[in-house]
């Protein structure tokens, strides 16, 4: 399970964090580790700091965008220090693990998103998570170390991998979810329905691109919890080009 759980570090400046990031990870049991555009990377401080986990650093794939980062997954966490102005769905880290673990074990593909050490998380960036988690820290100095940040999360989702592999063996069989999270739609699906969406709108006159309204990110928050799944998305993909069709006077012809 913990193989499908990968840590996502954006732009992060200093490689010390990306080995102490690393040595979190490898503690707790993981060991996908994605850099989104790294200032320095590889680096002799990161694999210092990792003292140990040069296997987790050697193996971590390194890319251009969150967006190449996230493809394939099916829920994705982001980590934010402090609130935003969109209220999204929040988790505390304990329920950051359950939920990671919870997904794993139905086949899903989970990513952990951590921001820039000197400005975290961009708005965009957080709006391309499903939750967001925050470690209720003290609110005068709420900011962690980044790798303490992902310290924190690895191990509330080695305490929830633990659980499960504890009710496993009781019962000596992991149960499995009625709607298997393999036909979830992914992030990058997920991305074009949102394009095809926001087009659309356009088309019908409900979204005024001079004057969004945060319009398209409230449309995420709402799609983002409700797990679509291939099929549905199939039908949203649907009802659009209906909709766009509609709007540009190509009606269906109706039979009666
Ligand atoms: N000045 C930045 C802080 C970034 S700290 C800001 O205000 O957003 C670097 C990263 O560590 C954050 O992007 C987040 O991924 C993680 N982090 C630090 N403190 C955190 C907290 N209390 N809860 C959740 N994540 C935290």
Redesign the pocket.
Known sequence: MLENIRVVLVNTSHPGNIGGAARAMKNMGLSRLVLVDPLDFPSHEANARASGADDVLASAQVVATLEEALVGTTVVLG????DRRIPWPLLDPRECGAKSIEEAARGGEIALV????????TNEELQRCHFH???P?NPDF???N?GA?VQVLAYEVRMAWLAAEGQASKTEKVEVASVKSAELATSDEMERFYDHLEQSLVDIGFLDPQSPRHLMARLRRLYGRSSVNRAEMNILRGILTETQKAARGELHKRKD
Do not use: P
């Open positions: 980590t934010s220090a402090r951590f921001g820039r050490e000197h400005a975290g998380l988690v925050h470690i820290s709420s900011s962690l980044l940040a």
